[in-house]
Structure formats: structure tokens, C-alpha cells
């Protein structure tokens, strides 16, 4: 089956800092899920773990977004194959927890991006990581 081409430049840096982070930033499950395929892979490859399919991403963004009281990423710097679907982004993550302390971590995302019948979303994710791996 043919699906369209994958996303414009434009279009993957949306779906990756407005749309992915912006709904990872807000606690918003659904919408943070809704840019995974169903048997998408999330890699932390500096913390050898894999989470794969909906069911362990689901897992690993509840105990994330119950790990903080609030999560920004921000100040991104992006590259892209339009292409291939491809995006990598820099960026810095906050995260601070309940009782006040912050933890920064200076990251870097490598997404592929597949075409499918509910649209271009996240096949693969890798993620490169500063410090100790909230995203287990």
C-alpha cells in the first residue's frame, strides 16, 4: 500500500518540538502517543534501554510524567532529511520534581518518520542523554 511522502522540513520539526514535545511538556498522553506508530521503537542509547511498541512507550511516559512536576525542553537546534523522514534535534530538557530540585539535561533525539494510514508519525526514536535516564 502507498502512503504519501513523508513530511516536509517544516512539517518533521513541528511534529518533533511543537507537537511530540509540546504534548510531552503538557502530561498529555494520548497526544504524546499519537506520534508513535503502534510498534515503534525508543531507544536511550546512552542508557542501553529500548522500549518497544505503544504499550512499553505508554509505560515509560507514565512513570516519566509522574517523575516531575514539570517538564519543559526547549532552545532546540534541528536537522533534517526531508527526504528520508529524518530529523535530529539538540535541545535542552528541564525537569523539576516536587520538591524543587531541577535536573538539566542536554540532549540530542534522532527520529525516523514512516508514513502509515493515520499519517507520518515516529517509527524510531533514539535518544542521546547527558545524565542519568529518567525514560526507563
Not at 85 to 110: M, P
Request: proline content about 3%; charged content about 25%.
Amino acid at each position: 500500500m502507498q502512503y504519501e511522502p513523508v513530511l516536509s522540513r517544516a512539517e518533521l520539526i513541528e511534529l518533533a518540538t511543537q507537537t511530540y514535545f509540546g504534548n510531552v511538556d503538557a502530561k498529555n498522553m494520548a497526544a504524546t502517543l499519537d506520534c508513535f506508530h503502534d510498534e515503534a521503537l525508543f531507544c536511550v542509547q546512552t542508557a542501553w534501554t529500548r522500549h518497544a511498541g505503544k504499550a512499553e512507550i505508554r509505560r515509560m511516559f507514565e512513570d516519566f510524567f509522574a517523575a516531575y512536576e514539570t517538564i519543559v525542553h526547549k532552545d532546540f537546534t534541528c536537522t533534517v532529511d526531508e527526504t528520508n523522514g529524518r530529523i535530529a534535534a539538540s535541545f535542552e530538557a528541564v525537569l523539576t520534581a516536587e520538591d524543587g530540585s531541577v535536573t538539566r539535561l542536554f540532549n540530542t533525539n534522532f527520529w525516523r518518520v514512516r508514513p502509515g494510514p493515520d499519517g507520518a508519525k515516529f517509527q524510531e526514536v533514539y535518544v542521546y542523554m547527558s545524565g542519568e535516564n529518567p525514560l526507563v
